[in-house]
């Protein structure tokens, strides 16, 4: 019972994350919600009995990628710009 | 380079971000993690100084020289090991049960788990551990060195 109600918040934080991190116009935000998605996404495969694909994602997803985003947001714009 | 805020934190976390990922490396064939994971952790920790103190500090810290030839010898000891069990087959565990290093049998029923164990699985875990460290650091360094020539 309460695995189901965490499994139902974790998946409603990671379409709202998923949401936002598309409508948002700072680039710098957009990476920094997609590590929470990633973050929230290791966390449904650690309720799913995973911890290997958890830790990997955790690794992978939320530290490397993030870091990666924030480094190319940081050498060009900040902001989206309408072409 | 950032703010002193966030350096400060960086230097806090480093070490603790390091060890985690020697722990998932050294018990990975008795606990969740392995080679793998535990390289990717430790990457994680490099990337956390890199974005803290800026590339020009940096470089003079980590090489990518030494980056690229961790890369290389984790794959090297890794088909190194492979090869020297190639008188029974390709990757046989020759030390599992032997009473040499890693050698010890697994004693029947539950319990807590013995790193003196499992035969050449550490030793390889160890090995992809080194080569996934030095493959996603060094993807970190040259994103750092590229960004900067494109701005100039």
Known sequence: MIEDIIQILVLI???????????????????????VFSFLLSLEFFIL???????????????????????AVRKTTRWEVEE | MMSKIVRTQANFLYPFIL????????????????????????????????????YDTIKKWIKKTHLTAAEGIGLLCFIITAFIG???????????????IFGNRVPYGI????????GTLPIMNLAVGIEVLGGLSVIIMYMMA??????Q
């Open chain 1, 13 to 35: 934080g990671m379409m709202i994350t998923a949401y936002l991190s598309v409508k948002s116009r700072d680039l710098m935000e957009c990476a920094i919600l997609l590590g």
């Open chain 1, 49 to 71: 009995q995973a911890p290997d694909v958890a830790i990997a994602e955790a690794g992978i997803g939320a530290g490397l990628t993030t870091a990666i985003f924030v480094m």
């Open chain 2, 19 to 54: 060890i985690f990922g020697f722990y998932v490396v050294a018990h990975g064939h008795i606990t969740p993690g392995g080679g793998f994971q535990g390289g990717a952790v430790i990457a994680t920790g490099v990337a956390l100084v890199a974005v803290a103190y800026g």
């Open chain 2, 86 to 100: 190639l008188s029974t087959s390709f990757f046989y565990n020759f030390l599992a049960n032997s009473g040499l």
């Open chain 2, 111 to 118: 319990n807590p788990g013995y790193l003196n164990t499992a």
């Open chain 2, 146 to 151: 590229y960004g900067r020539e494109v701005k």
